[in-house]
């Protein structure tokens, strides 16, 4: 399966208890861009007053679902367009930004499954690569801590309860 700004081979699977979640399909080596936010179709730049004006015409379960799929990184709300809306937290992350590749001293690696190579003087802004070995069958993850969470978006959360980022990072950590 291949959705919007992906580069490696995954799977929807059942990942309980947390639901729908990314599978590898492929041995993914550290340091391999698996997804590429900036591509096009794959994200949605949101602003405060587009996330409380496209809310306003949803429902209570529509909002809940919106809220608890959109992320702030690096102070962008940004919607995921596609399966990577389904990247599940965790506390022991196999996937991480750019930021956090550098944070460990892991080189981006130039080489992507298909042969063709990305241009490291030109990364992505938003983007997740892996952080160590990911093996097929391996759930995909993000740690949610690194995420930011504004007020008002809180906010809006605790209105629809829905646990913001933070919120499942804190519980699941």
């Given amino acids: 399966m ?19 979640g990314l ?6 080596p550290k340091g391999t861009l698996i997804w590429n936010g900036d591509a096009p179709g794959a994200t949605r730049i949101l602003t405060e007053s587009q996330v409380l004006a496209e809310i306003a015409e949803m429902d209570s379960t529509q909002a809940g679902y919106f809220l ?3 992320y702030s990184f690096n102070g962008v709300m940004t919607e995921c367009i596609g399966d990577a809306k389904l ?7 196999n996937t991480g930004s750019i930021e956090v ?3 460990m001293h892991i080189k981006p ?16 802004s938003d983007a997740n690569y ?6 097929v069958s391996e759930e ?5 801590a690194w995420y930011d969470n504004p007020q008002w978006y809180i906010d809006l959360c605790v209105k629809y309860n829905v646990e913001h980022a933070g919120l499942v990072a804190e519980r699941y950590s």
């Fill in 87 to 93: 990247w599940n937290h965790s506390a022991t992350p």
């Fill in 2 to 20: 291949s959705g919007p700004g992906f580069v490696v081979k995954y799977s929807v699977e059942d990942c309980p208890p947390k639901g729908k």
């Fill in 109 to 124: 690696l130039e080489l992507l499954h298909d042969g063709s190579t990305i241009d490291l003087k030109h990364i992505p």
């Fill in 140 to 144: 995909i993850t993000d740690d949610y």
């Fill in 101 to 103: 590749l550098q944070e």
């Fill in 68 to 70: 608890n799929h959109i």
């Fill in 130 to 135: 892996a952080i160590r070995d990911i093996h």
């Fill in 23 to 28: 599978v590898a399909q492929q041995f993914i």
